[in-house]
């Protein structure tokens, strides 16, 4: 795929775009046995090529800021039930710290969570109009299961598994037989079959723009530290990375490069046969771009140009105030992890906190319906974003929360 301009005159009236390529919907979490449905509302009565899946720890509704728990679960959502899935979390009011991960590969569950108040998981899977929800073991009511659903006219291809990235720094090739317009990668850096006291997140994308471009998001936080003490960056070198912890820095970093066939993966270093999911995806004929933005330190619109009109946005949110931050001591801009997906009519956004020099710890996840969240309400760091309209040359978020200073991230627009 070609690459695109950066700037083009701007359209000042909304106007109709092209269909998106995806659909996005959310449903409260619910008691064991429980089914529920996504459906036509929400999916226009198609059935999804694949997907995925998030939710965090009693994120939306238990409570009106945050839930008291950094935590995240991810999953994907194919066409057979061997899922790939990992959870998060960071627990709240300890003195240390308490983190944990885990996951599964190859399993018949795809949603999971595991922190207080209880053990929650769930089978997402495609029926014909959307995708249904079966509770398999339940949570006390109040956080949402996310799901993103790709569209079977508008999305040609799509694959999502894991990759063993092994102990060496070779590339490692991926065959799907057909060349990607995007991929997103995620991990919590492990081997997803085992659980360990660990936290750490990874999620980043890269697109088919003739120079393979990338970013990652990652935020790390050790086990038994004194205090809260997180460690966060946003690379432009990577797909995915981990950071180290108490020290700070790369421990390995990922560098994707998509082929006609498929595309490779190399790690930096030897990643302990860890493991990464990804999520390939080949468009009918769609442009992509991943641009850089920072946030608005004024309320009001912030127009993020990508010479095309999009359909579709995802975000990688973080609280840095530069790329390529890799600081060595803990700070307040390290706190902050957040993803958020949109189209022109839905919108779901996920924010993690975890508070630098905190103790006894202060952890916080939150959900909520819009295009941009990080930090929570009350928190030290509450901002919040609406889509206003997909112009002419990109995507018009209108901030009602800001913050005095600008912080980083990356977005993926489709059109």
Not at 251 to 263: C, E, K
Not at 307 to 316: D, E, I, Q
Request: aromatic letters at 8%.
């Amino acid at each position: 795929m070609m690459p695109f301009p950066s700037a083009m005159m701007q359209s000042t009236t909304p106007q109709v775009g092209p269909a998106p390529i995806a659909f996005i919907g959310s449903k409260d979490i619910q008691t064991s046995g429980t089914n529920q449905l996504l459906d036509a509302s929400y999916f226009g009565g198609t059935t999804p090529l694949g997907g995925l899946l998030f939710t965090t720890s009693n994120g939306e509704s238990a409570q009106p800021n945050a839930s008291n728990v950094a935590a995240l679960s991810f999953g994907n959502l194919n066409a057979t039930f061997s899922f790939d899935r990992f959870l998060v979390n960071s627990n709240h009011g300890t003195a240390p710290t308490e983190v944990r991960r885990s996951g599964g590969i190859n399993s018949t569950d795809n949603v999971i969570q595991n922190n207080p108040p209880g053990v929650y998981s769930a089978r997402v899977q495609r029926i014909a109009n959307g995708v249904s929800i079966e509770n398999t073991v339940s949570l006390p009511p109040g956080g949402k299961i996310d799901v993103l659903c790709l569209h079977p006219t508008h999305c040609l291809n799509y694959d999502s598994n894991h990759i063993d990235l092994g102990t060496g720094t070779s590339p490692i090739s991926v065959t799907l037989g057909w060349r990607p317009d995007f991929i997103l990668f995620f991990t919590n850096c492990s081997n997803l079959a085992s659980a360990s006291s660990f936290f750490n997140i990874s999620a980043g994308a890269i697109i088919d723009d003739g120079s393979n471009k990338q970013r990652a998001l990652s935020i790390a936080e050790g086990d038994a530290q004194s205090a809260g003490r997180p460690f966060a960056t946003l690379s432009s070198a990577y797909s995915g990375l981990q950071i180290t912890s108490p020290a700070g820095g790369i421990s390995w970093g990922l560098t994707a490069a998509i082929t006609d066939t498929g595309f490779t993966v190399t790690p930096s270093a030897s990643t302990g046969s860890d493991a990464i999911i990804y999520v390939a995806v080949k468009t009918n004929g769609r442009q992509v771009a991943l641009v850089d933005f920072d946030t608005p330190t004024a309320t009001g619109t912030l127009d993020i140009d990508c010479g095309f009109r999009p359909s579709f946005g995802f975000s990688l949110n973080s609280g840095l105030t530069l790329l390529n931050d890799y600081a060595s001591s803990t700070s307040e801009p390290q706190s902050h992890f957040g993803l958020s997906m949109f189209t022109a009519t839905q919108a779901r956004a996920l924010s993690l906190f975890l508070q630098s020099g905190a103790d006894p710890t202060n952890t916080k996840s939150n959900q909520k319906a819009l295009a941009y969240t990080l930090g929570y309400p009350s928190g030290p760091l509450d901002i919040r974003a609406t889509l206003q309209e997909f112009y002419a040359t990109g995507a018009r978020l209108n901030f009602t929360h800001v913050d005095a200073t600008a912080r980083k991230g990356a977005m993926l627009l489709v059109s």
